[in-house]
């Protein structure tokens, strides 16, 4: 079974991209994939900014990364870039740790305005860190994920079946990348 990390970048917990992300996590443990989760607002803010890549308690969530087959990366889109703490996090990554990673990059944002920045902001990064193939994405307007309390959020028809989509594009990629797993 291949193994899928999701890393969401949002500085809030009860945030409509860690919903976005915990969705996606599950639609794909549906798919039979065992997956994991990291929060990069749960690390240790002064591990992530000294880049203290030897730094115990950041451990975890690196060899998940570096075990993983695919890595869906969340972040929520301010000032037409994804978030400082999800950049913290990456630069900690090795010069090509999403090497041979099938990679799924989806963004929330306020305004559309900021729908290209998944093209524009990460997919330059994740192509850096070595991901040769990352696949479409998806933005979706904040106004589209609606909080119904206690942390709880419902998406917009329309913007569930898109979001089937691009995960189910991810995992049949990760399929054709990794066949035997």
């Known amino acids: 079974m291949s193994l899928i990390v999701t890393i969401s970048g949002s500085p809030g917990a009860a945030s409509r991209t860690s919903a976005l992300t915990t969705r996606v996590g599950r639609a794909l443990a549906g798919q039979g994939f065992e997956v994991e989760s990291i929060n990069v607002r749960d690390l240790p803010a002064a591990d992530l900014i000294h880049a203290a890549t030897d730094a115990p ?3 975890p969530a690196l060899a998940l990364v570096e ?3 695919g890595v869906v990366i969340a972040t929520p889109i301010y000032k037409a870039s994804y978030t400082g703490v999800l950049k913290t996090f990456l630069d900690l990554l090795p010069q090509f740790g999403l090497l041979d990673k099938v990679v799924l990059p989806l963004a929330t944002g306020g305004t559309l305005a900021h729908v ?6 990460l997919r330059p ?3 850096a860190l070595g991901a040769h193939h990352v696949v479409p994405g998806l933005f979706v307007l904040d106004k589209l994920i609606t909080s119904l309390g206690d942390g ?3 998406l917009d028809p329309d ?3 898109r979001l089937q989509t691009v995960v189910d594009d991810f995992a049949r990629s990760l399929h054709r990348r990794h066949p035997l797993t």
């Open 67 to 69: 075990r993983a087959r």
């Open 125 to 127: 990064v994740l192509h």
């Open 57 to 59: 308690a950041l451990q």
């Open 159 to 161: 913007i569930q079946a």
């Open 116 to 121: 290209l920045a998944i093209d524009y902001a």
């Open 152 to 154: 709880q959020f419902e």
